[in-house]
């Protein structure tokens, strides 16, 4: 069983940044997918972004790209969502989510593991 805890979220003006980070616990870090999720209010959760087990395969929603970056360290069990430029559109709760496997997901239901959230609000 993996525990996922996620932190760093806040308030920042449009185009500020944050770093948003995710810690695990509980399993064998590196042998897991992660992956970032947010949900705006009133609306369903959506992919942000994923990366692979090494961390040499990244994957990002076309709404992000160029903006977020996501990394990992596989020695200290996180990973991390560095978060520029950001929107007053990005304004959600951003989930930490972890599967098993090899293969990068961008579905909700191909997640095992998901962390409790973290708000993230950008005013314009």
């Known amino acids: 069983q993996v525990q996922l805890v996620e932190s760093g979220g806040g308030l920042v003006q449009a185009g500020g940044s944050l770093r948003l980070s995710c810690a695990a616990s509980g399993g064998t870090f590196s042998m897991h997918v992660m992956a970032w999720f947010r949900q705006a209010p009133g609306k369903g959760r959506e992919f942000v972004t994923s990366?692979?087990?090494?961390?040499?395969?990244?994957y990002y929603a076309d709404s992000v790209k160029g903006r977020f970056t996501i990394s990992r360290d596989n020695a200290k069990n996180t990973v991390y969502l560095q978060m520029n430029s950001l929107k007053p559109e990005d304004t959600a709760v951003y989930y930490c989510a972890a599967r098993a496997g090899t293969a990068s997901f961008n579905t909700v239901g191909s997640y095992d593991y998901w962390g409790q959230g973290t708000q993230v609000t950008v005013s314009s």
């Open positions: 990366i692979s087990r090494s961390g040499g395969n990244t």
